[in-house]
């Protein structure tokens, strides 16, 4: 059974940074893309980085060039770095993933207040 466990958000002031982290399990982890989605209050979900099986990312203009998705297939494992925190970073951030399914965890609360 798919699972993805997300952890790391918190109550950070502007400009400061957070590492989120996604543990999965229950499918060949090296093998499938995965993603980090936010959601903020009163707002759609958005997709904000996408990591390839191989590695290659990409990101929203949002946080292009402040958030940096990984994966440590050892780990089975994502993360995403997140620096320069804003205040319209504040969300719940969802760890994705399809295998003809759409996969999500529960969300982690990233607040971005002073």
């Known amino acids: 059974q798919v699972q993805l466990v997300e952890s790391g958000g918190g109550l950070v002031q502007p400009g400061g940074s957070l590492r989120l982290s996604c543990a999965a399990s229950?499918?060949?982890?090296?093998?499938?893309?995965l993603d980090w989605y936010r959601q903020a209050p009163d707002k759609q979900r958005e997709l904000i980085a996408v990591?390839?099986?191989?590695?290659?990312?990409n990101y929203a203009d949002s946080v292009k060039g402040r958030f940096t998705i990984s994966r440590d297939n050892a780990k089975n494992t994502v993360y995403l770095q997140m620096n320069s925190l804003k205040p319209e970073d504040t969300a719940v951030y969802y760890c994705?993933?399809?295998?003809?399914?759409?996969?999500w965890g529960l969300g982690t609360q990233v607040t971005v207040s002073s």
């Open positions: 229950g499918f060949i982890f090296s093998i499938n893309a």
């Open positions: 990591i390839t099986s191989s590695g290659s990312a």
């Open positions: 994705h993933t399809f295998r003809g399914l759409d996969y």
